[in-house]
């Protein structure tokens, strides 16, 4: 039974990240017409979505609108893993403990997990702008 669970969370995180580009694709729906071009993926571009999402959600607000979450978190995602050329996707199925159990996170050797969604919820908890972009910054010089 243990086996079969842990299939079904392995097919779902594929799934996840399968769907990404129709993410990206309803985020950029849900933002003003002038954001939508401004996504590009680069490390500048999370300094345009941080700045929208300090100045439109509050963390209790992100935290109800999970698509906008998982929206959100899928283009940083994105952006990151064109940014740092060794990430790699992977979720953690194993250790219940983890803080990041089930989660999806990019995985670069010899540095810790960078995990999109907790990173939405770090940006409104510390309403701290330029945190995305600078961690991004952080993980490209060490790669």
């Known amino acids: 039974m243990k086996n ?3 299939e079904v969370l392995e097919e779902k995180f ?5 769907f990404i580009p ?3 694709f309803a985020l950029e729906e849900k933002l003003p017409e002038n954001l939508k071009d401004k996504l590009d993926f680069s490390v500048a571009s999370l300094e345009i979505l941080e700045k929208y999402l300090l100045e439109n959600y509050t963390l209790e607000g992100m935290m109800q609108d999970e698509e906008m979450w998982d929206y959100c978190a899928s283009y940083i995602g994105y952006t990151y893993k064109k940014n740092i050329f060794k990430a ?3 979720i953690d199925l194993n250790d219940k403990n983890n803080i990041f159990y089930n989660m999806p996170c990019l995985h670069i050797p010899n540095l810790m997990s960078f995990v999109p969604h907790s990173y939405v919820t770090a ?13 991004v910054k952080n993980h490209i010089n060490l790669q």
Not at 123 to 135: A, G, I, M, P, Y
């Open 4 to 6: 079969r669970k842990k």
């Open 14 to 18: 594929n799934w996840w990240i399968t």
């Open 123 to 135: 940006l409104l908890s510390k309403k701290e702008n330029n945190l995305l972009s600078s961690t």
């Open 88 to 90: 790699e996707w992977h």
């Open 22 to 24: 129709d993410k990206i």
